[in-house]
């Protein structure tokens, strides 16, 4: 009877207890909504980095519900042992995980993801360890190791959005200033078809620049994605490009707004403008009212900035550039 006793106060005491004497209806309303969240995918492609980052931990939390539950549904399977739980648990969130990507896809967001699933395993995990009865039946240090490794993987997992809210923070700090490659996680805000990486070339070492490495496809070149979005109130846009070869090099300049590429990415619905680089360092300036007012019908929405682009068009051969000091003038 006191061996009962003890159990009863633990088992009451325990939160993975607790949480499974909640009523049904308390699970099954947010796993509804997880699921619900999962199948439709990330329908903001303009959002920040940390949202995209925030999003994909919705795997780990969806699976550790939905794995909290099915053991709630199927309790026998927390009184075998280790080896036994672990492969039931997994076996579920890889075919439930399969069939959520599989739908993904129907969808339209794209083929299956195993990064995606590896979140899902690993929210399976998390559901096991943290809010189920199956560690208590292990070893006291089969039990505390289990939920310290899932502990750190969570950790591990959560860094691409500590480096997104990181840079983030940075660019608003550093704000009017737009890049100037002096930041460890600056390359992330950067997308394009050429390859670039900051590098301190040899005719500046002591200053970080974007080296871009132009190919030979339609277009090549880089874009800028990722940075505060309100123009208003300055009274240009500036940029330094370094050419390092003894000819010059037609370059494209392009920036749109959030609309336009909500209506149909057209060509007379952003501001283009092209250069010619002499050999050497280019510093160039553009009026905001010229890029305002380059749209066909229409002005761009200097509160809503959402990419600005450098390209090439059709080169013949392979081109380097170097790109520096990209900024906002009052």
């Not at 280790?82 to 995980?97: E, P, R």
């Not at 739908?103 to 899902?120: A, E, I, K, W, Y």
């Not at 030979?216 to 070869?245: C, M």
Request: some cysteine; proline content about 7%; charged content about 20%.
């Amino acid at each position: 009877e006191l061996v009962a006793a003890r159990e009863e106060i633990s088992n009451h005491h325990h939160p993975a207890q607790r949480g499974r004497a909640l009523p049904g209806w308390v699970w099954a309303l947010p796993a509804l909504l997880l699921l619900a969240l999962l199948l439709t995918g990330n329908r903001w492609p303009d959002a920040p980095r940390s949202f995209y980052a925030a999003w994909d931990q919705g795997h780990i939390v969806a699976f550790a519900l939905w794995t909290a539950l099915f053991l709630r549904r199927y309790p026998h399977l927390t009184g075998k042992g280790l080896g036994y739980q672990l492969a039931a648990v997994l076996s579920f969130a890889w075919i439930c995980g399969g069939i959520a990507e599989c739908l993904q896809m129907l969808g339209g967001n794209g083929p299956p993801s195993m990064v995606d699933m590896g979140r899902n395993l690993l929210g399976a995990l998390t559901g096991w360890a943290f809010f189920s009865s199956g560690p208590e039946r292990c070893p006291p240090a089969i039990r505390q190791s289990s939920r310290w490794i899932v502990a750190a993987l969570i950790l591990v997992s959560l860094l691409p959005l500590a480096r997104a809210l990181l840079d983030e923070f940075q660019a608003r700090r550093a704000f009017p200033v737009l890049a100037a490659f002096d930041q460890p996680f600056e390359l992330d805000r950067w997308s394009g078809g050429a390859h670039y990486t900051i590098t301190r070339p040899g005719f500046a070492p002591q200053n970080s620049m974007l080296k871009i490495d132009l190919q030979t496809t339609r277009y090549s070149g880089v874009a800028l994605n990722h940075f505060p979005r309100d123009w208003r109130g300055y009274d240009s846009f500036a940029f330094s490009i370094y050419n390092p070869e003894a000819s010059p090099l037609e370059v494209v300049c392009r920036v749109n707004d959030r609309r336009h590429s909500r209506e149909g990415h057209r060509y007379a619905d952003r501001f283009n403008r092209g250069f010619s680089l002499s050999p050497g360092w280019s510093h160039l300036r553009i009026p905001l009212e010229e890029i305002a007012a380059a749209l066909e019908h229409r002005r761009m929405d200097l509160e809503d900035v959402l990419q600005v682009g450098i390209f090439t068009v059709d080169l013949p051969a392979p081109r380097t550039l170097y790109l520096d000091d990209m900024r906002l003038i009052p």
